[in-house]
T-cell receptor, first 109, second 111 residues
Framework: EDQVTQSPEALRLQEGESSSLNCSYT??????LFWYRQDPGKGPEFLFT???AGEEKEKERLKATLTKKESFLHITAPKPEDSATYLC??????????FGTGTRLQVTL | KAGVTQTPRYLIKTRGQQVTLSCSPI?????VSWYQQTPGQGLQFLFE???????NKGNFPGRFSGRQFSNSRSEMNVSTLELGDSALYLC??????????FGSGTQLSVL
């Protein structure tokens, strides 16, 4: 059975303090690794798709990377508006998207 | 372009009742998926529909069912509600079954 595990569960950063979120996956025949952002009271919002080990994608202060077992979401010089829950998901040969339970990020002034 | 619309936004039911949730996908998207989100379990996949056919199904009991209409709108039904069905139910549409666009969800409370 496909599994996606995210760590840490929660992370508190000061504004400008860079860090990384981890997503470990066990997926048969990985077809895609996805990162989403979810704000309270809203549905997840798509951030990135990664397809193969070594791939990297960037958007503003966020950069996602992928290895054969893990993905990282690097947050550089975060701002309070980056506070949200970040979700990782993966799909493989079973064609079902499996989500991790997320990392709750809080960025303070 | 309008996003994914889910109705109602909030719903309160009692045990044993049934409920129907509605989802209107982004225009042109033929794939619609449903997820259950709870604080302890995260997002759990319920099912996916594509062109009115169920393409994939998660590990939920038969009390959970869905359908998709010819205009791609989808409904999800839960019969004989249990307390444990209290959750945020999210609908997502997709142009290709992979990159998902989520609605804001229906918050269901079962008393």
């Amino acid at each position: 059975e496909d599994q996606v595990t995210q760590s840490p569960e929660a992370l508190r950063l000061q504004e400008g303090e860079s860090s990384s979120l981890n997503c470990s996956y066990t997926v048969s025949g990985l077809r895609g690794l996805f990162w989403y952002r979810q704000d309270p009271g809203k549905g997840p919002e798509f951030l990135f798709t990664l397809y193969s080990a070594g791939e990297e994608k960037e958007k503003e202060r966020l950069k996602a990377t992928l290895t054969k077992k893990e993905s990282f979401l690097h947050i550089t010089a975060p701002k309070p508006e980056d506070s949200a829950t970040y979700l990782c998901a993966a799909t493989g040969t079973a064609s079902k998207l499996t989500f991790g339970t997320g990392t709750r990020l809080q960025v303070t002034l | 372009k309008a996003g994914v619309t889910q109705t109602p936004r909030y719903l309160i039911k009692t045990r044993g009742q049934q409920v129907t949730l509605s989802c209107s996908p982004i225009s042109g998207h033929r794939s619609v998926s449903w997820y259950q989100q709870t604080p302890g379990q995260g997002l759990q996949f319920l099912f996916e529909y594509f062109s009115e056919t169920q393409r994939n199904k998660g590990n939920f009991p038969g009390r959970f069912s869905g359908r998709q209409f010819s205009n791609s709108r989808s409904e999800m039904n839960v019969s004989t509600l249990e307390l444990g069905d209290s959750a945020l139910y999210l609908c997502a549409s997709s142009p290709n079954g992979e990159k998902l666009f989520f609605g804001s969800g229906t918050q269901l409370s079962v008393l």
